[in-house]
Each structure stands twice: as structure tokens, then as C-alpha cells.
């Protein structure tokens, strides 16, 4: 019989049965042949027909043990590969506003890794229905389902999918496993699967496959995938919306946005996923009957993030970079990134620009503003420019000439040499040093003046004076303490006019300098992000140390006479009437830069405008700027916003002017005069005309193409002052030229 011919030849067969898979069914094919081809009549022909089955089977039998053979091989050389594919395991970073909570922007890869036991069992088993519904039963790998894929290899026919969730999950995760349709990578991915299978529970065969599987939309994984169609996370889906996420997985760019027809058939596809729960078990009919086609989220546009969004992920690039982390591990790397930004007075920042510059601002003006925390460095807001018109920002990158409010610093390291308020300096116009005349605005001579005056009038010959009298070596000095780098004050600090500002420096690093005078001489550099945390969870907090700048009756006196500015000198504009604010005005010649920076005891703010030909900053009703208009009313604009609610805070008492506000000109050594706090110290003679006060040499230069055009959106009408502010330095200063351009790019005279 040929069942005892069989198990005469092959003793094993029950062995190679359950090693190889469809044994038994080959076995029973085989026979089944032999007994249709051996004829049946003639004892003559039966000892042929035993003859011809032992060959037969003796073949069979071959085939069979060099398919174990080589299968067992192959077992052994095909090893679950160690790592997983970079893709398969990359988390995009999610970058946060202050608060910790507020998303900014996310970078990368829009992957959030889910453990299992958060994905509700609905949606998993939404998934099991329509993937594989003998997940949890088989050995990782359907027969029939790889020889329909083989099958489509060969012939090239796209015909209906087969593999399990296993070696779905196989081919997406693990390294070394292609996408490439061919026999080898297909038979290697069954390989791998089969271990898995025993190696691996399901669940973390699932939980992979879930935060592996591309979903449409640009999700990747269950997670990024629920936010992506729904706005919630994986743990809020319903049933129907589970579903629906299980039918996306078969064609998700068709079901990604379906219109029309792809509608009709995505709806077909999920009513499918529905009906294929209740057969598995998971939904019961009535359930069934009660769901709904979901409605989805409207697609999330994939463009990159406009305005100044743009600029603070500039920012914060740079900044991880600074710190170590490399563009890989912000994109794949699952950063969880929080800044140093405040919502609110970012847009507070952009709302001052916008609404005080007036209509009909020519669009080469361009406006910076900064907003430093004094007490830890931190960058809180900033507006850089209009960023569909320009990629450079305007408080980053643009450096221009610091005019006039680069004269705190001097004033700065003459108290710290021991100079006191009342110091006597030459303020008469024009000064000669080594045989170049230095003048004031206008021509204008105030005699020899005290340096609260010499501040609150931004008196040119005064700080020239002052200047040469303690060293430009100690006024650089200070200025580096202060975060202004070396290299954008050496090729200045030999030169008599570099207390007026020649210097070009950032509106950023200008509200950072100035921030060491509101904390009392300790300066913190300034930053942007708060804390980064890793993908394992550990968490970096970022602070900068702070660092003694200069002394802290230094920064109490340098108050008070930049509080004067303020109260009665070149920026009333500044003013705000509930709290002290101190501060400084600059214009550069021609008013090729205006600025104000100021500060309260909680935030220090640099402002700026230049144009980005060099030309003068001029804007209709006002004609030529200076830093006592329009960034002086910006600055109050902002933080008349930024100060609301917020305490009011004194400064120190300055070391010479006691109670009342007792000053000593120096001449006898009494006390001269007294005046209440709504009144400023004014002992010398006030500037014989109206004009701007103390011009710094030649205009800034910046490299960068067409500016932002601020001033576009319609703000309320303003009425020009009468200007009060300060051109600085002397005509026959030396030229400035632009070198290379690019971001960061400073202009120095040339030699």
C-alpha cells in the first residue's frame, strides 16, 4: 500500500512534517499522485509501480532533508539583528514656550514612541482585525500570505498583501531588513520573524509595530498618528476612530485628506475594519451598529513655521548646537526642548513695532527689539524683522554701531576706577585729540560738567574726556565683561571717539549688557533655552552663572544718571509713569542707527532701527530718526505690556546723592541743591538748541538684502517730537565699509 511504502522510506516524515511547514499536506499530495499514476491492474506491473514509488519518494525524501538542511542553515546564519533602524526609532523634538507646556514648533521626525498599555484595547485590537487576526495565535508568519508575496515578486503582479504584523513590524524596525522587493530580503525578513516570534512576546511585538507603521499625514506611529487625524492623543481615540487609524494603514496617502472618491472608499475601508471586529470577537454587533464614520482634523499645512517662530527656532538650533547636541539629535532624537520665550510678550514685542511704526515706513527700515531677564540671562522676547520678507533676523544677527548707548560702559569704568557721579569732565565743543576735532551737536559747549549731566545730555566731548582720562583699555575691558565680544570691540578700543559707540553690537547683546546694571553689576549671558530632556527622560536644566561685571554702587550710580535720560533728558519718550526706568538713547551720523535700551530692576530692552543700504534711517512725519523717537516709544510701547501687573521695584540709592536727591558738584565740597524725585539733577547748562545731541562717526553697515518692510500694518497716527536725541561723532571719522555678507556680519571703519 502506499501508505506502508511511505513510512517504509521516510521513518522521519512526522518530523520533517512539523519542521517544515505544509509537510503533511505534500505527503498526502504525493500519495495521492503516485496511486493516480501507478496503473492497477497486472501483478506484473505492481513490483514496477513499487520500483517507480521508492524512487519517487526516495527523491521526495531528498528534497525534503536538503530542505531541512538548508533551512536549518539558514536558522543558524540569520540572526535577529542587533539594532534597529534609525528611522524606526527616531522621535522628532518638540520645542516649548517657557511655561513648559506651550508647543513652539517640532522638529524632525513626527514620531512620539506609546507604550502599549496606553493605546486603548479597542484600538489595538481595531489594528488586530484588519493586519492580522491571527496575531496573537500564530507563529509570526502566514504560508500562504508569503507565497501570494513571493508569487507577486516573481511575476510582478500586485497581488494582496500577506505578512503578518511580526514581519511588518520586522521589516520596519530592525536594521539590515530593506524595503527592496526580492526573494532573498523576503525569505531573511520570514527568517527573523520566526525568532522573533519565539524570542519576543507579542505585546512588544505590537507596541513596535504600532510606533513603527507610517500612518499618512506625515505621522508616524499610533501616537503622532491620533494627533494627526484627530488632535488628541492615542489614549482618547474612540472605537471609530480607532478604526479608522486601522484603515488608514493600508494606503495612507490616499486616506490621509479622502475627497470625493477616496471618501467613498475610506469609508468602505473602515466599515470594513468594523465588521472585522465583530467577526474577531472585539465589538460586539450592537456596538457596531451604533458607530459613526469619525470626522477628521483638518490637514496641518507641512510648510515650515512663518514669522518669528522662524527666528526662535534659529535660535534654538544654534543654541543646542552650542551646547552639544547635533542636528541628528534634534530631529530624530526625541528632544523635549524648553526655551527661555514668553507667548505673550513675544507677541507683545512684534505688536509694539508694528503698531508705533507709521504707515508708509519704507521697507529698508528695519526694527530690532531684545528683552533680557537681568537675573538669569534669559532672552524672553525679541522681534527680529518680517520674516517672509527677510531670513536675517534684526536682534540676533544685525550688528550695527551702538551709538551713544555704548556710553554707559565707559561711564561704567570710570566708577569702577574710583571716579565718583560728580567728577568734573570737559564737555566744551569742538576737543582735539591728536589734532582731530571731536565736536557735540550743533557745536553746542556745556563747560566742565558733572557725569550725571554728561549722560543725561549725551555730551560727545564729555565721554571723549572721560575716555582718555581713565583709559579706553579699562572702558573694552568692561564692555567684555558685559558679553560684548573681543572681536567687535578690538578693532575700535585705540580710537579716541570708541566711548561714542563706534562698535557694532546686537540689539540681544545690548539688552544683555545693559541687564548687568538692573542686577547690580552681575551679568548672566543671555540665552534661549531653559532645559533640554532626552528621549530616556534625563533632563539638563540650563543657567549661566553669573558674573561680578562691576560693583554693585557702580550699577546704583550708573542708574541714576541714566534714570535722568529718562526723567529729563534725551528719552522722555521712555518713559513709564508707574515705575523708574532707566536708559540710553543712540543715533550714529546721519542717523544711519538709532537705538534706545533701558531697563526696570526685572527686564532689560535694547531697541534698534537702521536700513539695510546704510542710508539714513528717516520715516515719513519724522524725517531723520534719532533714538529719542521712535525706538524710544517702541521700547515704552513694549514694556508699558511687558511690566503690566508686574511689581514695581526701586533702584538702589546712588553713592553721592542722598536723601531728597542731594548732589555735590565737586567745586567746594558742600551740598549744592536738592530736588524731590519727580525732578531730574540738571546743575549745568542746558543745550542751546533742540537739535540731537552727540552724533557717533559714520553709519552702520550691515549685509543682508531687502529688509522686513516693518510698518506695513496700519498702527495709530503719532505726532513727531521735537528731536532730542544724539547724532555721534565727529564728520571726519573715518568711513565704514561692508565686509563679506551673512548673518552675525559686523561693519568696522576701515583703516
Same mark, same amino acid.
Given at each position: 500500500?502506499?501508505?506502508?511504502?511511505? #513510512?517504509?522510506?521516510?521513518?522521519?516524515?512526522?518530523?520533517?512534517?512539523?519542521?517544515?511547514?505544509?509537510?503533511?499536506?505534500? &505527503?498526502?499530495?504525493?500519495?495521492?499522485?503516485?496511486?493516480?499514476?501507478?496503473?492497477?491492474?497486472?501483478?506484473? &506491473?505492481?513490483?514496477?509501480?513499487?520500483?517507480?514509488?521508492?524512487?519517487?519518494?526516495?527523491?521526495?525524501?531528498?528534497?525534503?532533508?536538503?530542505?531541512?538542511?538548508?533551512?536549518?542553515?539558514?536558522?543558524?546564519?540569520?540572526?535577529?539583528?542587533?539594532?534597529?533602524?534609525?528611522?524606526?526609532?527616531?522621535?522628532?523634538?518638540?520645542?516649548?514656550?517657557?511655561?513648559?507646556?506651550?508647543?513652539?514648533?517640532?522638529?524632525?521626525?513626527?514620531?512620539?514612541?506609546?507604550?502599549?498599555?496606553?493605546?486603548?484595547?479597542?484600538?489595538?485590537?481595531?489594528?488586530?482585525?484588519?493586519?492580522?487576526?491571527?496575531?496573537?495565535?500564530?507563529?509570526?508568519?502566514?504560508?500562504?500570505?508569503?507565497? &501570494?508575496?513571493?508569487?507577486?515578486?516573481?511575476?510582478?503582479?500586485?497581488?494582496?498583501?500577506?505578512?503578518?504584523?511580526?514581519?511588518?513590524?520586522?521589516?520596519?524596525?530592525?536594521?539590515?531588513?530593506?524595503?527592496?522587493?526580492?526573494?532573498?530580503?523576503?525569505?531573511? *525578513?520570514?527568517?527573523?520573524?520566526?525568532?522573533?516570534?519565539?524570542?519576543?512576546?507579542?505585546?512588544?511585538?505590537?507596541?513596535?509595530?504600532?510606533?513603527?507603521?507610517?500612518?499618512? #499625514?506625515?505621522?508616524?506611529?499610533?501616537?503622532?498618528?491620533?494627533?494627526?487625524?484627530?488632535?488628541?492623543?492615542?489614549? *482618547?481615540?474612540?472605537?471609530?476612530?480607532?478604526?479608522?487609524?486601522?484603515?488608514?494603514?493600508?494606503?495612507?496617502? #490616499?486616506?490621509?485628506?479622502?475627497?470625493?472618491?477616496?471618501?467613498?472608499?475610506?469609508?468602505?475601508?473602515?466599515?470594513?475594519?468594523?465588521?472585522?471586529?465583530?467577526?474577531? $470577537?472585539?465589538?460586539?454587533?450592537?456596538?457596531?451598529?451604533?458607530?459613526?464614520?469619525?470626522?477628521?482634523?483638518?490637514?496641518?499645512?507641512?510648510?515650515?513655521?512663518?514669522?518669528?517662530?522662524?527666528?526662535?527656532?534659529?535660535?534654538?538650533?544654534?543654541?543646542?548646537?552650542?551646547?552639544?547636541?547635533?542636528?541628528?539629535?534634534?530631529?530624530?532624537?526625541?528632544?523635549?526642548?524648553?526655551?527661555?520665550?514668553?507667548?505673550?510678550?513675544?507677541?507683545?514685542?512684534?505688536?509694539?513695532?508694528?503698531?508705533?511704526?507709521?504707515?508708509?515706513?519704507?521697507?529698508?527700515?528695519?526694527? $530690532?527689539?531684545?528683552?533680557?531677564?537681568?537675573?538669569?540671562?534669559?532672552?524672553?522676547?525679541?522681534?527680529?524683522?518680517?520674516?517672509?520678507?527677510?531670513?536675517?533676523?534684526?536682534?540676533?544677527?544685525?550688528?550695527?554701531?551702538?551709538?551713544?548707548?555704548?556710553?554707559?560702559?565707559?561711564?561704567?569704568?570710570?566708577?569702577?576706577?574710583?571716579?565718583?557721579?560728580?567728577?568734573?569732565?570737559?564737555?566744551?565743543?569742538?576737543?582735539?585729540?591728536?589734532?582731530?576735532?571731536?565736536?557735540?551737536?550743533? $557745536?553746542?559747549?556745556?563747560?566742565?560738567?558733572?557725569?550725571?549731566?554728561?549722560?543725561?545730555?549725551?555730551?560727545?566731548?564729555?565721554?571723549?574726556?572721560?575716555?582718555?582720562?581713565?583709559?579706553?583699555?579699562?572702558?573694552?575691558?568692561?564692555?567684555?565683561?558685559?558679553?560684548?565680544?573681543?572681536?567687535?570691540?578690538?578693532?575700535?578700543?585705540?580710537?579716541?571717539?570708541?566711548?561714542?559707540?563706534?562698535?557694532?553690537?546686537?540689539?540681544?547683546?545690548?539688552?544683555?549688557?545693559?541687564?548687568?546694571?538692573?542686577?547690580?553689576?552681575?551679568?548672566?549671558?543671555?540665552?534661549?533655552?531653559?532645559?533640554?530632556?532626552?528621549?530616556?527622560?534625563?533632563?539638563?536644566?540650563?543657567?549661566?552663572?553669573? =558674573?561680578?561685571?562691576?560693583?554693585?554702587?557702580?550699577?546704583?550710580?550708573?542708574?541714576?544718571?541714566?534714570?535722568?535720560?529718562?526723567?529729563?533728558?534725551?528719552?522722555?519718550?521712555?518713559?513709564?509713569?508707574?515705575?523708574?526706568?532707566?536708559?540710553?538713547?543712540?543715533?550714529?551720523?546721519?542717523?544711519?542707527?538709532?537705538?534706545?535700551?533701558?531697563?526696570?530692576?526685572?527686564?532689560?530692552?535694547?531697541?534698534?532701527?537702521?536700513? +539695510?543700504?546704510?542710508?539714513?534711517?528717516?520715516?515719513?512725519?519724522?524725517?531723520?530718526?534719532?533714538?529719542?523717537?521712535?525706538?524710544?516709544?517702541?521700547?515704552?510701547?513694549?514694556?508699558?505690556?511687558?511690566? #503690566?501687573?508686574?511689581?514695581?521695584?526701586?533702584?538702589?540709592?546712588?553713592?553721592?546723592?542722598?536723601?531728597?536727591?542731594?548732589?555735590?558738584?565737586?567745586?567746594?565740597?558742600?551740598?549744592?541743591?536738592?530736588?524731590?524725585?519727580?525732578?531730574?539733577?540738571?546743575? +549745568?547748562?542746558?543745550?542751546? +538748541?533742540?537739535?540731537? =545731541?552727540?552724533?557717533?562717526?559714520?553709519?552702520?553697515?550691515?549685509?543682508?538684502?531687502?529688509?522686513?518692510?516693518?510698518?506695513?500694518?496700519?498702527?495709530?497716527?503719532?505726532?513727531?517730537?521735537?528731536?532730542?536725541?544724539?547724532?555721534?561723532?565727529?564728520?571726519?571719522?573715518?568711513?565704514?565699509?561692508?565686509?563679506?555678507?551673512?548673518?552675525?556680519?559686523?561693519?568696522?571703519?576701515?583703516?
Amino acid at each position: 500500500m502506499p501508505g506502508r511504502t511511505l #513510512r517504509s522510506v521516510l521513518p522521519d516524515a512526522a518530523r520533517l512534517r512539523t519542521a517544515l511547514p505544509g509537510g503533511a499536506a505534500v &505527503r498526502r499530495a504525493l500519495s495521492r499522485a503516485l496511486s493516480r499514476a501507478v496503473p492497477r491492474d497486472g501483478a506484473k &506491473r505492481q513490483a514496477g509501480r513499487r520500483r517507480w514509488t521508492r524512487h519517487i519518494l526516495l527523491g521526495v525524501a531528498a528534497v525534503f532533508a536538503l530542505g531541512a538542511v538548508l533551512f536549518a542553515v539558514a536558522w543558524a546564519l540569520t540572526p535577529i539583528p542587533e539594532g534597529a533602524q534609525k528611522q524606526a526609532v527616531a522621535q522628532g523634538s518638540v520645542i516649548y514656550y517657557r511655561d513648559g507646556k506651550t508647543v513652539l514648533a517640532k522638529q524632525g521626525v513626527n514620531r512620539s514612541n506609546v507604550e502599549l498599555a496606553k493605546v486603548p484595547a479597542h484600538v489595538r485590537n481595531a489594528v488586530i482585525a484588519a493586519e492580522n487576526r491571527t496575531f496573537y495565535e500564530d507563529t509570526g508568519v502566514s504560508l500562504s500570505g508569503t507565497m &501570494r508575496a513571493v508569487w507577486s515578486t516573481v511575476t510582478g503582479r500586485q497581488l494582496q498583501g500577506g505578512s503578518t504584523i511580526t514581519q511588518q513590524m520586522v521589516r520596519n524596525y530592525y536594521s539590515g531588513l530593506s524595503q527592496e522587493r526580492s526573494v532573498a530580503r523576503k525569505f531573511k *525578513e520570514i527568517m527573523v520573524a520566526l525568532k522573533v516570534d519565539q524570542s519576543k512576546s507579542k505585546d512588544w511585538v505590537l507596541q513596535q509595530y504600532l510606533n513603527t507603521i507610517y500612518f499618512g #499625514r506625515g505621522a508616524w506611529g499610533i501616537e503622532a498618528a491620533s494627533q494627526a487625524y484627530f488632535g488628541k492623543n492615542v489614549g *482618547e481615540l474612540s472605537v471609530a476612530e480607532g478604526a479608522y487609524l486601522a484603515a488608514v494603514i493600508q494606503q495612507p496617502s #490616499r486616506y490621509a485628506d479622502p475627497k470625493g472618491a477616496d471618501l467613498a472608499a475610506a469609508t468602505e475601508r473602515w466599515q470594513w475594519v468594523i465588521d472585522a471586529m465583530v467577526q474577531t $470577537g472585539a465589538l460586539g454587533e450592537q456596538q457596531a451598529a451604533r458607530q459613526k464614520f469619525p470626522e477628521l482634523a483638518e490637514v496641518k499645512s507641512t510648510l515650515a513655521p512663518k514669522g518669528q517662530v522662524n527666528y526662535m527656532l534659529d535660535q534654538v538650533r544654534a543654541e543646542l548646537n552650542r551646547r552639544g547636541y547635533t542636528d541628528e539629535d534634534i530631529n530624530q532624537g526625541g528632544l523635549k526642548v524648553i526655551t527661555t520665550f514668553d507667548k505673550k510678550l513675544m507677541a507683545a514685542a512684534e505688536k509694539a513695532v508694528t503698531s508705533v511704526l507709521p504707515d508708509g515706513t519704507p521697507k529698508q527700515v528695519r526694527t $530690532g527689539l531684545a528683552a533680557v531677564d537681568p537675573a538669569t540671562g534669559e532672552v524672553v522676547a525679541f522681534y527680529g524683522g518680517r520674516y517672509k520678507s527677510s531670513q536675517y533676523d534684526n536682534a540676533f544677527s544685525a550688528k550695527v554701531q551702538a551709538g551713544s548707548t555704548f556710553k554707559p560702559y565707559t561711564l561704567a569704568a570710570a566708577l569702577e576706577s574710583g571716579l565718583p557721579l560728580s567728577t568734573r569732565v570737559n564737555g566744551n565743543s569742538p576737543m582735539r585729540v591728536a589734532s582731530t576735532p571731536i565736536p557735540n551737536s550743533g $557745536g553746542t559747549s556745556y563747560g566742565m560738567i558733572n557725569l550725571v549731566s554728561a549722560t543725561q545730555h549725551s555730551v560727545n566731548t564729555a565721554f571723549v574726556d572721560l575716555g582718555q582720562r581713565i583709559g579706553l583699555d579699562k572702558v573694552a575691558e568692561l564692555a567684555e565683561k558685559v558679553g560684548i565680544p573681543a572681536e567687535q570691540i578690538d578693532p575700535h578700543k585705540d580710537a579716541a571717539t570708541f566711548p561714542l559707540g563706534v562698535a557694532s553690537v546686537s540689539a540681544v547683546q545690548q539688552a544683555s549688557g545693559f541687564s548687568a546694571f538692573a542686577n547690580n553689576g552681575t551679568y548672566h549671558a543671555a540665552h534661549v533655552i531653559r532645559s533640554v530632556t532626552d528621549a530616556s527622560g534625563r533632563k539638563v536644566k540650563i543657567s549661566e552663572p553669573g =558674573v561680578r561685571a562691576f560693583g554693585e554702587q557702580t550699577a546704583a550710580d550708573a542708574t541714576y544718571a541714566m534714570e535722568q535720560v529718562v526723567r529729563a533728558g534725551t528719552g522722555t519718550a521712555a518713559r513709564l509713569y508707574d515705575r523708574p526706568v532707566a536708559g540710553k538713547t543712540g543715533t550714529t551720523d546721519d542717523s544711519g542707527a538709532v537705538w534706545f535700551a533701558g531697563y526696570t530692576p526685572q527686564l532689560s530692552t535694547a531697541v534698534n532701527m537702521f536700513r +539695510d543700504d546704510n542710508e539714513t534711517v528717516t520715516v515719513p512725519g519724522y524725517g531723520a530718526l534719532y533714538g529719542g523717537t521712535l525706538p524710544a516709544r517702541i521700547w515704552q510701547a513694549f514694556m508699558a505690556e511687558a511690566m #503690566r501687573d508686574k511689581p514695581v521695584k526701586e533702584f538702589p540709592e546712588p553713592s553721592e546723592y542722598g536723601w531728597g536727591g542731594y548732589w555735590d558738584d565737586g567745586d567746594d565740597g558742600g551740598w549744592d541743591g536738592g530736588y524731590d524725585d519727580d525732578r531730574p539733577v540738571v546743575p +549745568d547748562p542746558e543745550p542751546t +538748541d533742540e537739535g540731537p =545731541v552727540d552724533p557717533v562717526p559714520t553709519p552702520p553697515e550691515i549685509s543682508q538684502g531687502p529688509g522686513p518692510g516693518e510698518g506695513e500694518d496700519e498702527g495709530e497716527e503719532t505726532v513727531p517730537d521735537t528731536p532730542d536725541d544724539e547724532p555721534e561723532s565727529p564728520p571726519d571719522s573715518p568711513e565704514t565699509v561692508p565686509t563679506e555678507q551673512g548673518p552675525d556680519t559686523d561693519i568696522r571703519p576701515a583703516a
